[in-house]
T-cell receptor, first 118, second 110 residues
Framework: GAVVSQHPSRVICKSGTSVKIECRSL??????MFWYRQFPKQSLMLMAT?????????EQGVEKDKFLINHASLTLSTLTVTSAHPEDSSFYIC??????????????FGDGTRLSIL | DAKTTQPPSMDCAEGRAANLPCNHS???????VYWYRQIHSQGPQYIIH???NNETNEMASLIITEDRKSSTLILPHATLRDTAVYYC???????????FGSGTRLQVQP
């Protein structure tokens, strides 16, 4: 089945640091990838939609200058949390769909990145 | 996308069938029903999806009522590893993000 790899799985860093999270589709090409955020005991919330070769589309309330998304190839999207602060501590999860899949095919998710800002 | 309603929590004995209900009374004709689950501290895992017919795969069965206003996910022989939050999502097919509700927290008891 389709595999989405996310790296790193856990990051602990000081306030003010920028952190890059990678999302890779290992065995398929993904024109579109999605980035979600999940706070403790809450459900996943969509942050942005990442499209290969074009600018990402951000959800209302998500700062595009703080959460930089790059989708430079059909198998890789990156999320960079710039100048991270403790309130950015969360579980970040990406998902992807196969480029060639039928439109009703499911999205596949990475295992998430737990970001802790001290 | 149609709104879904799921019970917040359920318990199931290990080895028994787990039947997780989902109401989606406002579902439209072309919307699919998808089920995902999230085990603690992991990303969501796709389980199964369907349009109107019942579906079965190696993980579970999906029973959709004839009027499509509700569905049931069946895990035939629940194990402790099936303890997770289960999400029922109704959505038009396509390259669109999923909207996650609160889901059902299934606790499989030994």
């Amino acid at each position: 089945g389709a595999v989405v790899s996310q790296h790193p799985s856990r990051v602990i860093c000081k306030s003010g640091t920028s952190v890059k999270i990678e999302c890779r589709s290992l065995d398929f090409q993904a024109t579109t990838m999605f980035w979600y955020r999940q706070f403790p005991k809450q459900s996943l919330m969509l942050m942005a939609t990442s499209n290969e070769g074009s600018k990402a589309t951000y959800e209302q309330g998500v700062e595009k200058d703080k959460f930089l998304i790059n989708h430079a190839s059909l198998t890789l999207s990156t999320l960079t949390v710039t100048s991270a602060h403790p309130e950015d501590s969360s579980f970040y999860i990406c998902s992807a769909m196969s480029q060639g899949a039928n439109s009703n095919q499911p999205q596949h998710f990475g295992d998430g990145t737990r970001l802790s800002i001290l | 996308d149609a709104k879904t309603t799921q019970p917040p929590s359920m318990d199931c004995a290990e080895g028994r069938a787990a039947n997780l209900p989902c109401n989606h009374s406002t579902i439209s004709g072309n919307e699919y029903v998808y089920w995902y689950r999230q085990i603690h501290s992991q990303g969501p895992q796709y389980i199964i999806h369907g349009l109107k017919n019942n579906e079965t795969n190696e993980m579970a069965s999906l029973i959709i009522t004839e009027d499509r206003k509700s569905s049931t996910l069946i895990l035939p022989h629940a194990t402790l590893r099936d303890t997770a939050v289960y999400y029922c999502i109704v959505i038009y097919p396509g390259r669109r993000a999923l909207t996650f509700g609160s889901g059902t927290r299934l606790q499989v008891q030994p």
